[in-house]
């Protein structure tokens, strides 16, 4: 009797660990839309604001309507096109047949499935249509998302040998949303007056704000993936704490040496780059090699974000350079790093690992690349992707939401219209 009553309290204890983790998760979303609302102009601060919101509004109808059903339940033999190796089944569209603690997981899932597309924004900043971005995300979150998440947590794993891993999203999330976001840049085109018009972040404070929402919820992110409040949970925990401690180091590092300074936006951008790269290998590596994974993600990121001028692209808030290449440095290290010793149930680092991690993490890069760049074409051909010159000139907030952010000193809306600067 006395076992029953410990099993209950343990199952009891994992699902209130799960249910507060789905919130903290939730939480990221505002989170992020502050971290790029602080680093966007003024007169496009509502915009981003926006694109950040539709995301958490539009994608957890779609999952439950059928997108969960198709990135997370297939037949137990894997048979035929839908419930087989590509793409899941419609057997529980609607949540059919789901009830009690069995939606937790889908809650959980659901708020990783509404962040990625919402990471994306930070890349087409300043310039693309709110409409063209509300058909993007339903389209990139049906078509890329929804198979992507089905081979990480349920399908290619079964052809490669160790397994590849990504215990809370490195791949299916920080890289699938990181081509997606070159992509979509490269389409679109540069911001009118970059090289010429200080783009700099307007509110370093919002900034900040947003990046320690962004890291309180991702212990959330990465320590909820653990699916239960145990061991495997805590060293998630502890690791999202140090690799993001360690990718400021990184970052800050780097950045005085070669400038001879330290930045709030490099604080942030490095904290934020550790915390990426340790999220696929979270509950898989020791707690010195989270050290390792955030000062290597955030000096490597750092110099990333510096190409992007080189390149000739223009990755608005650096979504490439820290989601794209944090991703895969934090892929390639856990091929390297991952310890049987902190979850039996993962792989030994070494060669064989590594090379699972690669080829996992180019299946994504291939497929969301090519699927993006597909969706781009079809809704600039359609109902257009970027907003007129008029429009950028005056601000988003302005020209396609009719308001704005900030008030006057008189307590009336900014008027942009008359602004001397022409953007």
């Known amino acids: 009797m006395g076992t029953v009553i410990a099993l209950q309290e343990a199952a009891t204890g994992d699902n209130a660990w799960m249910l507060m983790s789905t919130a903290l998760v939730v939480f990221m979303v505002p989170g992020l839309a502050l971290f790029y609302g602080g680093m966007v102009r003024a007169k496009n601060v509502g915009n981003m604001l926006m ?23 297939s037949n137990d033999d894997k048979s035929g096109f839908f419930g087989g190796e590509l793409i899941g089944n419609f057997d529980v ?33 300043d310039r693309m249509k709110f409409s063209a971005w509300v058909a993007f995300v339903i389209l990139w979150s049906v078509l890329v998302y929804t198979p992507v998440t089905y081979w990480v947590y349920t399908g290619w794993h079964v052809e490669l040998e160790p397994h590849a891993l990504d215990f809370a999203g490195g791949t299916a999330i920080h890289i699938n ?11 679109l085109g540069k911001r009118k007056g970059l090289g010429s018009t200080d783009m700099s972040p307007h509110n370093l404070s919002l900034l900040l704000i947003g990046t320690g929402v962004l890291w309180f919820g991702w ?19 502890i690791n999202t704490f140090v690799a993001g401690a360690a990718g400021m180091v990184g970052w800050v590092g780097v950045e005085w040496l070669r400038d001879g300074k330290a930045t709030v936006l490099g604080t942030a951008s490095g904290l934020v780059a550790g915390l990426v790269a340790i999220t696929p290998a979270a509950g898989f590596v020791s707690s010195m090699s989270s050290v390792v994974f955030g000062l290597v993600a955030g000096a490597v990121c750092y110099f990333a974000v510096q190409l992007k001028d080189r390149l000739g692209y223009d990755d608005s808030l650096d979504v490439v350079g820290i989601h794209g290449v944090g991703g895969i440095v934090g892929g390639l290290l856990l091929g390297l790093m991952s310890s049987l010793d902190v979850n039996p149930g993962g792989a030994a680092g070494g060669a064989d690992l590594l090379l699972s991690q690669i080829i996992a993490m180019g299946s994504v890069i291939i497929f969301s690349g090519v699927l993006t760049f597909v969706i781009a074409k079809l809704l600039d051909a359609t109902i257009g992707l970027r ?4 429009e950028e000139y005056l601000g988003l907030d ?26």
């Not at 109808?61 to 990135?71: M, P, Q, R």
């Open 51 to 73: 694109m950040n919101m539709a995301c958490i509004a539009i994608v957890p109808i779609l999952w439950v309507l059928f997108t969960y059903s198709l990135g997370n339940n």
């Open 93 to 125: 569209a609607g949540l059919s047949g789901i009830s009690g603690s069995d939606l937790i997981g889908v809650a959980f899932f659901m708020t990783f499935a509404s962040i990625t597309p919402a990471l994306i924004s930070g890349a087409v900043a």
């Open 177 to 187: 949303a990181g081509i997606a976001a070159l992509v979509m840049a490269l389409v």
């Open 219 to 237: 212990f959330g992110f990465n320590a909820g993936s653990a699916g239960a409040a145990d061991g495997i949970a805590a060293q998630a925990l």
């Open 387 to 390: 907003v007129s010159e008029e």
């Open 398 to 423: 302005v020209s396609i939401h009719g308001e704005a952010v900030y008030a006057s000193d008189h307590g009336s809306a900014v008027d942009l219209t008359n602004a001397e600067e022409k953007v």
